[in-house]
Structure formats: C-alpha cells, structure tokens
C-alpha cells in the first residue's frame, strides 16, 4: 500500500509565478490536510478536505491560496503570485476516517526567488 | 491559542548515549502524538498517548504522558545514528478532532 504521494517534491518560483502542489492520499484514505512548515516555525495547519469539498480552510491565508480535492485525481494546493514569504515546506497528509491517524507525504519543498 | 514547547531546540550526542527530550503544553490536552521526521521528510507516527501517567515503549524509545496532561518526554536509550531527525510533539487544537498543533521540535543529531 503505498504511502501519501506528494510532487513536484522540489518547486521553484519567481516572485508573481504560481505554484501548482499536488498530493495523492493512501489508497481507501478520503480525509485530505495541508499543512505548512516556515523556516524555524512547526507545522501549521492550513485546510481539510473530503472529495469534492473543503471542510474548514481556517488555517489559509485569505488571498492568493486555494486547494481543491476532485472527484477524480489528487488533491491541489494552489498559490498564486507567490512571493518569497511563501517558501516553505508543503506537507499533505491523509486519514481513512475524520478522527483517525493522519499519514503525512514527504513534502514540497517550495522555494520563491 | 494552545501552545506546544519542546526542549531542548537543538541536541547533538555521541552514539550511545542516553537523551530525554520534552514537550510542555500551556493546557490540559487530550491525547499527544509524537512525531519523527527525517531530513527531506514528512513526519513519520511515533506513538500515540491518552492517558495520564502513561508509559509507552517502542524498542529504544520511552514516551511517557504526565500525570496533569500538560506534558510529555521522550526518552532514547543507547542511541544510533538512525536516530538522527526532528522530533516533533502534537496534539489536536481545542475543540478539534483533525486540526494538529505541533511544536516546533528537537533536532537530534547522533554522532557515529
């Protein structure tokens, strides 16, 4: 069973480009979160998803940041005109159920010049 | 806001030796989760702890929950290079069944 699939695991960005992340959940998993890690900062998180909903975004900057979870295909994180403020790491992690142990995927490493 | 601290920040042994890293919480939680990632990684499960008091081992690894459910320590017997990476504590926020709230961790690095 593979585990949470995450890619590009490396991104570079200038400032105004968007950044595109993706991340495909353990197989059966429908519980989708995204989680950020600033620079000497812990993970914070960002937004949880179900297929074909966002449940609580609460932890997304207002501007610039969105995720999706379709139907069919992985979860995106979507930023766009990044600026440099934005490079972090980019975690997702996925669970079968809503209370249930969350899997975390190796990252995006997203780095804006 | 419910906040995690972990100590030491940073930790660098000989391999071999024993370590104890700590967690603190500025309230009572739940349930307490530890976390280790490697460079490059995503946080890998650890342990989960529930109980007050509770001591949980996983072979050179002793999670223990104290008896106010305010804190936590993680103890490392005889450790390896293997053991190199970020430890990190978490918990779900207050009033949250999925929102994790980490720390910021204990980097360890074992020397050969």
Known sequence: NAG????????????????????SPMKGHSHVYWYRQLPEEGLKFMVYLQKENIIDESGMPKERFSAEFPKEGPSILRIQQVVRGDSAAYFCASSPGLRET???GPGTRLLVL | TQLLEQSPQFLSIQEGENLTVYC?????????QWYRQEPGEGPVLLVTVVTGGEVKKLKRLTFQFG??????????????????GLYLCALPLVGSNYKLTFGKGTLLTVNP
Do not use: W
């Open chain 1, 4 to 23: 949470v699939m995450q890619n590009p695991r490396h991104l570079v960005r200038r400032r105004g480009q968007e950044a595109r992340l993706r991340c």
């Open chain 1, 102 to 104: 969350q899997y975390f």
């Open chain 2, 24 to 32: 603190n919480s500025s309230s009572v939680f739940s349930s307490l």
């Open chain 2, 67 to 84: 008896d106010a459910r305010k804190d936590s320590s993680l103890h490392i017997t005889a450790a390896q290079p293997g053991d190199t």
